[in-house]
C-alpha cells in the first residue's frame, strides 16, 4: 500500500472549518483513500473514504485532487469534541489479495481550541 | 449494532506473566484484527483473522504472541512471558469482507502495562 506523508499537528478554532491534508504522491489507480481519527483512549474511528470522487457524509468531505495525488479531509464547523488524532491511510479497494488491513502513519494531531 | 467490545479494559503484570485478552467483534463480520499502539505512534498491524483461519501475522508478532479465534467469533491473544517493552494498548478491529469500502471498527483497546 501506497505511504502517506501527513503534518505532524494543526491547530483549528471552535466553529471554523479544519482542513487537514495528505500527500499520497504514489497511489496507484486502484486504492482508495480512506480517513480515520482516534480520540484519546480510544480505538480508530472511521470518518470517510473516496477513489477519485469528492466525498461528503454526516461527518466530513473528502476532497481528492484530479492526480490523485494529494487529499484534504474538511471538518466543517469543528468543535473541541473533534480534537483527535486523524489517520490518512491509502489501501487497495478491490481484488482477491485484498486483506483489508490497514497501515497507519503518525497522523496529523488536530487540536481544537476555544 | 453492538460495537466491538475488548476484555480487559486495562491489565497491569509483572515481567515473565503470562496475558490473554479477549476480543468479541461485530456480530456478523468475519475478519478480525489484532493492532498494537504505544505511546505517539499510530496502530501496528499484528494479525488477522478471515473467519476462525489466521491468514496473515505481521514480524512483530514473535513466538511469544498468539492469537486463536476458534469459531470464528471471539478471538484471544495471548503473550507469554511478557517483557517491559509489551507496554502497549492492544486493539481489535472487525469488519465484513467487501470488495470496494470495507470498513474497520475499533474496539477501545486492552492497555497493558508490564512491571
Redo the contacts between chains.
Keep these: 500500500d501506497a505511504k502517506t506523508t501527513q503534518p505532524p499537528s494543526m491547530d483549528c478554532a471552535e466553529g471554523r472549518a479544519a482542513n487537514l491534508p495528505c500527500n499520497h504522491s504514489t497511489i496507484s489507480g486502484n486504492e482508495y483513500v480512506y480517513w480515520y481519527r482516534q480520540i484519546h483512549s480510544q480505538g480508530p474511528q472511521y470518518i470517510i473514504h473516496g477513489l477519485k470522487n469528492n466525498e461528503t457524509n454526516e461527518m466530513a468531505s473528502l476532497i481528492i485532487t484530479e492526480d490523485r495525488k494529494s487529499s484534504t479531509l474538511i471538518l466543517p464547523h469543528a468543535t473541541l469534541r473533534d480534537t483527535a488524532v486523524y489517520y490518512c491511510i491509502v489501501r487497495v479497494g478491490v481484488g482477491s489479495g485484498n486483506t483489508g488491513k490497514l497501515i497507519f502513519g503518525q497522523g496529523t494531531t488536530l487540536q481544537v481550541k476555544p | 449494532d453492538t460495537g ?1 467490545s475488548q476484555d480487559p479494559r486495562h491489565k497491569i503484570t509483572k515481567r515473565g506473566q503470562n496475558v490473554t485478552f479477549r476480543c468479541d467483534p461485530i456480530s456478523e463480520h468475519n ?1 478480525l ?1 489484532w ?1 498494537r499502539q504505544t505511546l ?6 499484528l494479525t ?1 483473522f478471515q473467519n476462525e483461519a489466521q ?2 501475522k505481521s514480524r512483530l508478532l514473535s513466538d511469544r504472541f498468539s492469537a486463536e479465534r476458534p469459531k470464528g467469533s471471539f478471538s484471544t491473544l495471548e503473550i507469554q512471558r511478557t517483557e517491559q517493552g509489551d507496554s502497549a494498548m492492544y ?1 481489535c ?1 472487525s ?1 465484513l ?1 467487501r ?11 486492552t492497555q497493558l502495562s508490564v512491571l
Design positions: 466491538v475478519r484484527y493492532y505517539g505512534q499510530g496502530p501496528e498491524f488477522y491468514l496473515e486493539l478491529a469488519s469482507k470488495a470496494t469500502n470495507e470498513k474497520l471498527f475499533f474496539g477501545s483497546g
